[in-house]
Structures are given as C-alpha cells and as structure tokens.
C-alpha cells in the first residue's frame, strides 16, 4: 500500500513537500516514482529514485525546481517542491513495481504496478 501526503493549495512561488509512506513491502532495491495527471492531460513521470544508489530522474519541466529523495527506513519517500507554478496543478501518485527484478529501476517507470491514492497540488493566487 502506497499512502500520499502533503498536498495543498500554494501561491505561486511557493513550496510544498509531499511524503509517500509505503507499507507491506521494504523498499530496498525498490525504483520509486513520482507521477502527476492534471485534468484533461496525461499522466507523466515526474521524479524518479533508484535503490541503491539512488540515482534519480527528472521531466525537464520540473528540473532544478523539485528534489525527490528516500529513507528507507522509513519506508518513505519524499518529493520536495519549490518554486511552484500554476502549471504544477495536479494529483501527485507514487508508484512503485510488482517485484525489483522485474522493473529494476527508473527506466522501467511506465510498468509501475502499485501505485497511491494521490495527493492534489493546487498552485493558485
């Protein structure tokens, strides 16, 4: 089970971190990612975070402005977001996959296979 925190309603410019706890599985070696669909749009990737070297990825309309990192821990991982735009509206889902050895890391993102409940951002003045 994935659970999303930490949505809300920002002005533009400001920040908000969200939190994906995850439960019934450890993370370890586990790809995380962080998607979004906004209304009427598809959904897209992101973020990303691999295990164990936790590399990352980033869609380039998000890069230098969001940071995603993880505890595993925890089981948790985060997506910080700053400098929000109105164009950052939309429900924000954590996915991760079935098992490791079949979607390894970030670059298998598109066969995620559990994914959250989602978490609406809402940037507005």
């Known amino acids: 089970q994935l659970v999303e925190s930490g949505g809300g309603l920002v002005q533009p410019g400001g920040s908000l971190r969200l939190s994906c706890v995850v439960s019934?599985?450890?993370?370890?070696?586990?790809?995380v990612g962080w998607f979004r669909q906004a209304p009427e749009k598809d959904r897209e990737l992101v973020s990303c975070?691999?295990?164990?070297?936790?590399?990352?990825t980033y869609s380039s309309s998000v890069k230098g402005r969001f940071t995603i990192s993880r505890d595993n821990a925890k089981n948790t991982v985060y997506l910080e977001m700053s400098n929000l735009k109105p164009e950052d509206t939309a429900v924000y889902y954590c996915?991760?996959?079935?098992?490791?050895?079949?979607?390894?890391?970030?670059?298998?993102?598109?066969?995620?296979?559990?994914w959250g409940q989602g978490t609406q951002v809402t940037v507005a003045s």
């Open positions: 996915a991760t996959p079935l098992a490791p050895a079949l979607s390894p890391s970030c670059a298998y993102a598109s066969r995620f296979h559990y």
């Open positions: 019934g599985i450890t993370l370890d070696n586990y790809p």
């Open positions: 975070i691999n295990d164990p070297d936790e590399t990352t």
